[in-house]
């Protein structure tokens, strides 16, 4: 999928293009900076879940073009003992600010589908603690 080029994308020597799969990653990346995100969830149907430090930044991340506006729809996990409204509503500000600053379309909606909480795994004990106990 392409989109049109805007009168603001048509310069004297040709024309720029921002292909969709550039906003997905652009979602992406602004989404998983957010503090509490653990990952991206490629939803329901898809069943299959990016946590941090994957490459596939567009995981999660569903953008419709038009040729001034972007809608955006991201599903995440969040790490459990965040307030999930919070979280929320940063990766929508970040996401808007983020699209906007860097292609200049004007973007119209973020929903974000929060589709998990995971919990953060314990820091496993000293070896040498079983050493003490058991001799």
Not at 1 to 19: C, H, K, N, V, W
Not at 53 to 60: V, Y
Not at 69 to 92: C, F, H, K, M, W
């Amino acid at each position: 999928m392409s989109t049109l080029p805007t009168e603001f994308e048509r310069t004297d020597i040709g024309e720029i293009q921002i292909a969709p799969e550039v906003i997905e990653v652009i979602a992406g990346l602004a989404t998983v900076e957010v503090r509490g995100v653990a990952g991206m969830s490629g939803g329901f149907a898809g069943g299959i879940v990016e946590l941090l430090g994957k490459k596939n930044l567009s995981k999660g991340v569903k953008v419709e073009v038009g040729q001034r506006e972007a809608a955006v729809d991201v599903s995440v996990i969040v790490e459990y003992g965040n307030r999930l409204p919070e979280v929320a509503t940063e990766i929508q500000r970040n996401v808007k600010r983020s699209i906007e600053t860097m292609t200049g379309l004007t973007v119209v909606e973020v929903n974000v589908h929060i589709h998990d909480v995971i919990f953060k795994t314990a820091e496993k004990s000293d070896d040498t603690e079983l050493n003490h106990r058991v001799k």
